[in-house]
T-cell receptor, first 111, second 114 residues
Framework: GENVEQHPSTLSVQEGDSAVIKCTYSDSASNYFPWYKQELGKGPQLIIDIRSNVGEKKDQRIAVTLNKTAKHFSLHITETQPEDSAVYFCAARNTGNQFYFGTGTSLTVIP | EAGVAQSPRYKIIEKRQSVAFWCNPISGHATLYWYQQILGQGPKLLIQFQNNGVVDDSQLPKDRFSAERLKGVDSTLKIQPAKLEDSAVYLC????????????FGDGTRLSIL
């Protein structure tokens, strides 16, 4: 099956700085890579996603890059704000439509 | 649109008791997932339904866990008997079947086993 690794497990940044979270996956057939933000007591919420035929996607302060050859993808948050503080999960979906999640990154934005 | 609804939000039981969770997916979403999220970890897929059929239940501990989606809409997940290691948040998610469709999660049921 698919194996998704995520780093770092914790990340602290000053407000206004950028944050980068990286994930690697093992199944070269995986074709869809969403990122989720999970706040305390809530379910994961999709914040951005990327398909395997695209190298980069941006939505305001959030961007995701995908390197299919190296089998890694990254989340970039620019101009971080305190409300960005949460746990972020990457995921990879295989051709069987199953999703495999990383272990999460706890992001703290310091005002 | 209404999101994925789950109940109850919290449940506390003693080991060896049974418990059931309910999920109502987003209207029109044929695919339904149940995940187990242990504190500090990412969600782990337990079972995936396509309409009322099981697509994947390879990680479901079938000696104690069961799930059904009889009419292809609502779903229930049951644990009987519960063990201490079952303490976790149980998340339900749904999605459209078309390729590259994202999952939408409910807020989960937090289960504590005493």
């Amino acid at each position: 099956g698919e194996n998704v690794e995520q780093h770092p497990s914790t990340l602290s940044v000053q407000e206004g700085d950028s944050a980068v979270i990286k994930c690697t996956y093992s199944d070269s057939a995986s074709n869809y890579f969403p990122w989720y933000k999970q706040e305390l007591g809530k379910g994961p919420q999709l914040i951005i996603d990327i398909r395997s035929n695209v190298g980069e996607k941006k939505d305001q302060r959030i961007a995701v890059t995908l390197n299919k050859t190296a089998k890694h993808f990254s989340l970039h948050i620019t101009e971080t704000q305190p409300e960005d503080s949460a746990v972020y999960f990457c995921a990879a979906r295989n051709t069987g439509n199953q999703f495999y999640f990383g272990t999460g990154t706890s992001l703290t934005v310091i005002p | 649109e209404a999101g994925v609804a789950q109940s109850p939000r919290y449940k506390i039981i003693e080991k060896r008791q049974s418990v059931a969770f309910w999920c109502n997916p987003i209207s029109g979403h044929a695919t339904l997932y149940w995940y187990q999220q242990i504190l500090g970890q990412g969600p782990k897929l337990l079972i995936q339904f396509q309409n009322n059929g099981v697509v994947d239940d390879s990680q479901l501990p079938k000696d104690r866990f069961s799930a059904e989606r009889l009419k292809g809409v609502d779903s229930t997940l049951k644990i009987q008997p519960a063990k201490l290691e079952d303490s976790a948040v149980y998340l339900c998610a749904s999605s459209l079947t078309s390729p590259h469709q994202p999952q939408h999660f409910g807020d989960g049921t937090r289960l504590s086993i005493l």
